[in-house]
């Protein structure tokens, strides 16, 4: 099978996630997305000779996806490859030690489990922090993928799951309990 | 540790003594809970958008003309190129091209009929999903392409699954049943202004030898073509059922 035919088929195969998760590094963007989608596709192409392992492609594919959505950032905005909101090792394990289950955090979350909520949930989290917790807990990939993809270290991917998780279940509980928000304000 | 390396994890002696703290520390086992549940929220309730049609259009689109950007004998148009010349030494010297209601079938039918024959020979059996419900291939292939599908009962076939392919970036969907033993694979496309000439309604197109026969015909806007090895009536027989149009099947 030629390299042509390869790229269609992985490209049929894998192009719905490519899609969600290129509508989640864009923040919900859809243009913003499809333009990504479809830079990938003509990279894909381009590289399609380096793909080795059938078995990674899916892996492959993702990391290409995530690195071109890093550059288009890049190129829009110089930035370091690691925010200045990551934590340190010395930090990030203080923040394990804090970290305090709500009394009752399914009641929290049940009447929030609807795609529209966690979606908005997950468009308001940090662009950074978006990517690592989609790309590990939606789409499976462990956290060392996850750090080969956003080319950061795997101890930056574990911070930014810990604070993407805290900020995404913050956010729901204040979704899930309006009023006492406004209460509290 | 253990929060970093998600099971399943390496067994070290440093795993196994936090495995060990976790299981006598209320703390930790809240904490890993808490995360797991809101990890499993999200795997539930994640939004999971499809790709429009529009956006694998697109995408099949920028294939195609990067293929055609490409040097003559690489890329998308080379490759066709190939699967059609692959699939003309396949099908041979004798394929014979032969259009019902018509007098004859330019070169780009007979290109295109070789390269429905060709990617049947090369597919084989590598389905995307595997199923012999009707309504689900067709939502499958729904999300898929860009134009709605009708996945025909064939009598004495059965419905084994669908793919996807492409030909010079044009997306298609491929039903496959098998009958008689032999796997037969209903291609649906959208026709090109600039692929092979129109054909009157009902009419139909085909040619092979004993690897690969193929009729092909346009209908309900889409481009049809039935590929496998049974023979030319067979196919035909099997076509009366694919258009939902009685004057069609009457002229088949």
């Given at each position: 099978?030629?390299?042509?035919r ?21 923040g919900g ?10 830079e990938?596709?003509l990279?894909?192409f381009?590289?399609?000779h ?6 990674a ?17 890049r190129?829009?905005?110089r930035r370091?490859e ?14 394990l030690?804090s ?12 009447r929030?489990?609807?795609s ?6 997950l468009?308001g ?5 978006r990517?690592?917790?989609?790309l590990?807990?939606v ?5 060392r ?19 993407a ?6 956010a729901?509980?204040?979704?899930a309990h309006p009023?006492?928000?406004r209460?509290?304000? | 540790m253990?929060?970093?390396?998600p099971?399943p994890r ?14 006598g ?6 904490f890993f ?38 040097a003559?004998?690489?890329g ?10 692959v ?25 295109q009929?070789s390269a ?7 597919a084989g059996?590598?389905l ?13 292939l ?17 419905l ?29 496309m ?8 129109r054909?009157?309604?009902a ?18 806007g ?11 009536t ?17 002229r088949?």
């Amino acid at each position: 099978m030629d390299n042509g035919r390869v790229v269609e088929d992985l490209l049929s195969e894998h192009l719905d996630a490519l899609y969600r998760t290129a509508l989640r590094l864009c923040g919900g963007r859809t243009a913003d997305a499809e333009d990504l989608i479809q830079e990938l596709a003509l990279r894909v192409f381009r590289k399609s000779h380096e793909l080795r392992e059938p078995a990674a492609a899916r892996s492959w594919l993702f990391t290409i996806l995530t690195r071109t959505h890093l550059n288009r950032v890049r190129s829009a905005r110089r930035r370091p490859e690691v925010g200045a909101h990551d934590l340190d090792e010395q930090a990030f394990e203080a923040a394990l030690a804090s970290w305090r289950s709500p009394e009752r955090p399914d009641y929290a979350f049940e009447r929030l489990q609807t795609s529209e909520r966690v979606t908005a949930a997950l468009d308001g989290l940090d662009p950074d922090l978006r990517a690592v917790i989609w790309l590990v807990d939606v789409e499976g990939f462990r956290q060392r993928e996850a750090a080969a993809m956003l080319e950061v270290p795997e101890g930056t991917v574990a911070s930014r799951l810990f604070r993407a998780r805290r900020a995404l279940r913050e956010a729901m509980v204040a979704a899930a309990h309006p009023m006492a928000r406004r209460q509290g304000a | 540790m253990l929060w970093a390396e998600p099971a399943p994890r390496p067994v070290t002696p440093d795993t196994r003594a936090a495995e060990a703290h976790v299981r006598g520390c209320a703390a930790c086992q809240a904490f890993f809970h808490d995360h797991e549940a809101l990890a499993a929220i999200l795997r539930r309730h994640a939004p999971r958008e499809p790709a429009p049609p529009h956006v694998r259009r697109r995408v099949f689109d920028a294939l195609g003309r990067a293929g055609a950007q490409t040097a003559p004998g690489a890329g998308l148009a080379g490759r066709l190129g190939r699967v059609a010349a692959v699939a003309v030494v396949v099908i041979g010297a004798s394929l014979g091209v032969w259009l019902v209601g018509g007098t004859s079938a330019d070169e780009q039918w007979r290109h295109q009929l070789s390269a429905f024959a060709g990617d049947h020979l090369e597919a084989g059996t590598d389905l995307a999903i595997a199923s012999s419900n009707r309504t689900e291939i067709r939502a499958w292939l729904d999300e898929r392409l860009a134009f709605a599908v009708h996945v025909p009962r064939i009598p004495n076939a059965e419905l084994e699954g669908a793919r996807l392919c492409a030909f010079a970036g044009r997306p298609a969907g491929v039903v496959c049943y098998r009958i008689d033993g032999q796997l037969v694979s209903l291609y649906l496309m959208a026709p090109d202004a600039a692929d092979p000439g129109r054909l009157e309604p009902a009419q139909l197109v085909g040619g092979g030898d004993a690897a690969a026969e193929v009729v092909a015909w346009e209908g309900g806007g889409l481009v049809h073509a039935l590929a496998g090895r049974v023979t030319p009536t067979r196919l035909r027989d099997m076509a009366r059922y694919c258009l939902d149009v009685p004057a069609a099947r009457r002229r088949f």
